[in-house]
């Protein structure tokens, strides 16, 4: 099974599009679509009860079943627009809440990857033109948040596509 997060507001913007184009790159008989933006949850309140439980311990909520999707996919492509050098908050408070379900913690407090042997596409996007999307740090900081949080979870990187320039694109 293939999971997509698409942290992008615009279903139908640069980086839903890309997803859609990388997605037939790659295939997959069963595909979920998750357009972060559309789901409920409450954001992480760090009591870090996930570190030991596994699972985060706040009421039940849209994060609860992205987590299961999490733990079923094989393959996972995130795609987020670039916000100040970022992701998009709304997917960065996502997997701020899914940190129990994506590496464990062995006891002296380094990560246990939990899902090694997956693999990951990591799509982003923004207005800055190339090359000042590098040189300023945008679509590579964009990335290395990302990167950080799925390589920490044991993804192996497949594919990664840094779009600019994207404020005229139609």
């Given at each position: 099974?293939?999971?997509?997060?698409?942290?992008?507001?615009?279903?139908?913007?640069?980086?839903?599009?890309?997803?859609?184009?990388?997605?037939?790159?790659?295939?997959?008989?069963?595909?979920?679509?998750?357009?972060v933006c559309d789901l409920r949850f409450s954001?992480?309140?760090?009591?870090?009860?996930?570190?030991?439980?596994?699972?985060?311990?706040?009421?039940?909520?849209?994060?609860?079943?992205?987590?299961?999707?999490?733990?079923?996919?094989?393959?996972?492509?995130?795609?987020?627009?670039?916000?100040?050098?970022?992701?998009?908050?709304?997917?960065?408070?996502?997997?701020?809440?899914?940190?129990?379900?994506?590496?464990?913690?062995?006891?002296?407090?380094?990560?246990?990857p939990l899902h090694r042997?997956?693999?990951?596409?990591?799509?982003?996007?923004?207005?800055?033109?190339?090359?000042?999307?590098?040189?300023?740090?945008?679509?590579?900081?964009?990335?290395?948040?990302?990167?950080?949080?799925?390589?920490?979870?044991?993804?192996?990187?497949?594919?990664?596509?840094?779009?600019?320039?994207?404020?005229?694109?139609?």
């Amino acid at each position: 099974m293939i999971l997509i997060l698409n942290g992008s507001p615009r279903k139908n913007g640069t980086v839903a599009n890309r997803l859609r184009a990388e997605l037939k790159r790659y295939g997959g008989e069963t595909v979920i679509w998750e357009d972060v933006c559309d789901l409920r949850f409450s954001f992480c309140n760090g009591c870090m009860a996930c570190r030991s439980k596994g699972v985060c311990v706040l009421p039940e909520d849209d994060a609860h079943r992205i987590a299961q999707e999490i733990k079923d996919c094989e393959m996972i492509f995130v795609g987020t627009p670039v916000y100040w050098g970022n992701m998009n908050g709304n997917l960065k408070s996502l997997f701020d809440r899914l940190v129990g379900v994506l590496m464990g913690e062995s006891r002296f407090g380094i990560p246990i990857p939990l899902h090694r042997g997956k693999k990951a596409v990591v799509i982003t996007a923004c207005t800055t033109p190339f090359p000042f999307n590098y040189v300023c740090g945008q679509s590579s900081g964009a990335f290395r948040a990302v990167k950080e949080i799925l390589k920490s979870s044991g993804f192996k990187f497949v594919r990664k596509v840094n779009i600019s320039n994207t404020k005229k694109r139609k």
